[in-house]
C-alpha cells in the first residue's frame, strides 16, 4: 500500500510520502515513490507515485530517457503544468498498454507538482486513463493511495494561507495518522518542502524506520490530542 500528499499553499508546496510497497509476515520490501526532477533556474517538478510498481517505474524511466534523448515532448520542453501532467498521463497509458494486462492491474496514478518560470506553481493528480485534476482554494491538497486516515487533519489545518512549515508539520501528521491505522504504509518517510519562485528542491528530508524526530512527533500528537480531550465540553446526558 501507498500514501502519498502534496499541498499546495501561497508560500509553496509540500510533497510527502512512504516507502513501503509491500508488508507481509516475513518480507517488507521499500521503495522510493518521490522523485524530483531539478530541470535549473527555470523550471522544477515532483513527482509521486502509486499503483502498479512496473508502471510507475517504467513511467519515471521513460521521463528521464525523454531528458536525456531531448524528445520532442519532456520535462524541459513542456509550457505548462498541465502540459506537463497530459505528457505524464500519456506516458503511463502507453507503459499499462505495453504490459498487454487489463488497466486495473497494471494502473498506475501520480501527483506531479512544480513551477515552470512565468508561471504559478501547481499540484495535479494525474488518474490511470491520463487526465487529471489540481488542487483547490478550499481544499490545496491531494492525496493517492490510502488517503482515508490522513485526511481529517488535512481538512482541519490546511489553507491557502497556511505557513509553508506549518504545512510541512500537516503532512506528516497525516502521514503518522496513516501508518498508525494501516501497517502497509511506512517509513522511510521522504519529505520535500518548496518556497514559491525558489526554484529549488533542495530542502529535502528522509526519515528512517528509528528516526528520532518521528518518535516525538508521534508522541507529542498523541499527548497534544489526548489533552484536547480532556478539555472537551462535558457531555450532559438528559434524562426523561
Avoid at 521513460?62 to 520535462?75: E, G
Amino acid at each position: 500500500m501507498t500514501y502519498c500528499v502534496a499541498i499546495s499553499v501561497n508560500a509553496g508546496m509540500v510533497f510527502c510520502s512512504d516507502s513501503r510497497t509491500n508488508a507481509g509476515v516475513d518480507q517488507i520490501s521499500t521503495y522510493s515513490k518521490l522523485f524530483r526532477y531539478d530541470l535549473g533556474p527555470e523550471r522544477q517538478f515532483v513527482i509521486m507515485t502509486a499503483g502498479n510498481l512496473a508502471t510507475t517505474q517504467a513511467s519515471m524511466a521513460q521521463l528521464k530517457k525523454d531528458i536525456r534523448q531531448k524528445s520532442i515532448v519532456n520535462l524541459n520542453t513542456v509550457l505548462t503544468i498541465g502540459d506537463a501532467a497530459d505528457y505524464l498521463g500519456d506516458v503511463s497509458v502507453t507503459q499499462q498498454d505495453k504490459h498487454g494486462g487489463s488497466k486495473s492491474a497494471f494502473s498506475a496514478t501520480f501527483i506531479l507538482g512544480g513551477q515552470i518560470a512565468g508561471s504559478e506553481h501547481r499540484i495535479v493528480m494525474i488518474y490511470p486513463e491520463g487526465n487529471h485534476i489540481t488542487s483547490s482554494k478550499d481544499t490545496p491538497y491531494l492525496q493517492i493511495g490510502e488517503s482515508k486516515y490522513g485526511k481529517p487533519i488535512l481538512d482541519r489545518i490546511l489553507s491557502l494561507d497556511t505557513p509553508l512549515d506549518t504545512a510541512a508539520l500537516s503532512s506528516l501528521v497525516s502521514m503518522d495518522s496513516t501508518m498508525r491505522s494501516n501497517l502497509s504504509v511506512g517509513p522511510p518517510i521522504e519529505l520535500v518542502v518548496y518556497k514559491t519562485d525558489s526554484f529549488s528542491l533542495q530542502s529535502y528530508y528522509r526519515f528512517e524506520e528509528d528516526s528520532e524526530f518521528l518518535r516525538e512527533l508521534k508522541k507529542s500528537w498523541d499527548n497534544r490530542l489526548k489533552e484536547a480531550f480532556h478539555k472537551l465540553p462535558p457531555l450532559t446526558l438528559q434524562y426523561s
